[in-house]
């Protein structure tokens, strides 16, 4: 299911998570993903999503350690440089051509390399006594 909403609004926000619960009486996965440059990024994710102070790192634990009596797992995954269409549309040409060359694998990830990492995390068979965890894929520098 599909929600357009533009996540920079709390209103909005709980206008997403309520139209879901509508539909599907419970949401079972949460992936807090909002396409936008890293600032606002983490703002939007850590904030107005989850509600977490904006420390974007630690907020997998601290809502982990909260959340874990209730039998919800809380898990994070750092992709480092993502390539997408925000890049080029953001960057010069030539900023764009060396998007990604300062990291050890010399490239920026694809979405498709990091979306097995939410499959991996919303698997219970393979993952289901991991909480409190952030995958950080290589693109890091």
């Known amino acids: 299911m599909a929600v357009p909403a533009d996540l920079g609004f709390d209103k909005n926000c709980k206008q997403v998570v309520d139209d879901i619960v509508k539909v599907y009486s419970r949401i079972d996965i949460l992936v807090n993903n909002a396409a936008e440059q890293y600032e606002s990024s983490v703002e939007v994710n850590a904030y107005l999503i989850t509600q977490q102070p904006r420390v974007p790192l630690w907020l997998s634990l601290e809502a982990s350690l909260q959340l874990v009596n209730k039998g919800i797992r809380v898990n994070g995954v750092a992709p480092g440089l993502i390539w997408t269409p925000l ?7 030539e900023k764009t051509a060396q998007f ?4 050890p694998m010399k490239r920026a990830d694809h979405p498709i390399e990091v979306a097995p990492c939410y499959v991996f995390l919303a698997c219970n068979v393979c993952s ?12 890091a520098s």
Do not use: E, W
Not at 128 to 139: F, K, N
């Open 87 to 93: 890049i080029p549309a953001s960057f010069d040409k």
């Open 100 to 103: 990604g060359n300062d990291v």
């Open 128 to 139: 289901s006594y991991i909480t409190g965890q952030v995958l950080h894929l290589m693109a």
